[in-house]
């Protein structure tokens, strides 16, 4: 059985987005720029070829190039996370004796999707990857892909190797149950940007999460905030991040997001089809409202605001 590792991974995780050129084809320069960018922020960790990084748009390689792209620029100043999710156990073991190769610190997988896997499946997805590398499983609870219920969650926990969850759902009740039942050696990473003070609240170990490529300082601050007990302080911020998100997700999501980066001067590339691009009078629209809401709210701090 491995020995635990994740006791280092923990604040705020950005689920990295991975960079395309306009040809779509993965942008090494960009992808350290982005890195560089999180890095100076005071990123805590890296979550890479998650969701937000477009993981099921890519192919092996290419996932694997990301994963070695950052793994050289970040050259061990900060944990990596590696997604390595797939619909097969066989593509996924491939991925995870990779991101041993890149020296990764944990990885990551979604549960197998697409058909509907009997949690007996499940459980020995997670089992068979874990028996083929040494290194810490966190298994991604998403809607997105597949969710898998408390029963399930308690099974694959007594895998060894298996020894944490990155929790991406509403139901923030059952971190705490989590907590309870399989004790505080069992890390969760609470995964909804829009929740990340009430994952704090029920326990949560970190946060894991899309927004956190374009306003880290927000949810820097609110961690830091809410370690000190400052609960007031962390509200507001969540309050003004969560403005900042209902803004932005009423535009394509991934292109919206790397637009934002842009306009600071931090080549984050474009989206892969089939996600939209940002219209020109779409990305106008949303640096007006984001303009709005950085004056009602008086939003201070955040890079990308500055020259709206």
Not at 69 to 91: Q, S
């Amino acid at each position: 059985m491995i020995q635990m590792r994740l006791d280092s991974i923990h604040g705020v995780i950005p689920a990295v987005l991975t960079c395309f050129d306009e040809e779509q084809n993965v942008d090494e320069q960009a992808q350290r720029h982005l890195v560089r960018f999180l890095l100076d922020k005071g990123a805590n960790a890296l979550y890479l070829t998650g969701s937000t990084g477009e993981t099921f748009l890519m192919d092996g390689d290419e996932r694997k190039r990301v994963v070695e792209v950052v793994a050289d620029e970040v050259a061990g100043r900060i944990p990596l996370i590696v997604h390595v999710g797939d619909i097969g156990t066989k593509k996924s073991i491939d991925l995870a004796r990779h991101a041993a190769t890149c020296k990764a610190a944990a990885i990551s997988s979604v549960p197998p999707f697409y058909w509907k896997f009997s949690s007996d499946e499940v459980v020995r997805y997670y089992q068979e990857i874990s028996d083929c590398v040494d290194l810490p499983m966190i298994v991604y609870n998403v809607a997105l892909a597949a969710t898998v219920d408390f029963s399930t969650i308690k099974r694959l926990a007594a895998i060894p190797g298996v020894e944490g969850i990155k929790y991406t759902a509403s139901s923030h009740y059952e971190i705490l149950r989590i907590k309870e039942e399989l004790g505080p050696d069992f890390k969760i990473y609470s995964g909804s940007d829009e929740m990340a003070l009430s994952g704090l609240s029920y326990g949560s170990d970190g946060l894991i999460g899309s927004f956190y490529n374009v306003i880290p300082e927000l949810f820097i601050r609110l961690y830091n905030a809410y370690r000190s007990g400052d609960w007031l302080e962390a509200k507001q911020l969540q309050t003004q991040a969560d403005m900042i998100i209902f803004c932005v997700l009423k535009y394509p999501m991934h292109a919206s997001m790397k637009r934002m980066l842009s306009w600071i001067g931090v080549d984050a590339g474009f989206a892969r089809s089939p996600f939209s691009a940002l219209s020109k009078s779409d990305e106008e629209a949303l640096k007006a409202e984001l303009r709005n809401l950085k004056q009602t709210y008086r939003i201070e701090g955040v890079e990308v605001l500055k020259n709206l």
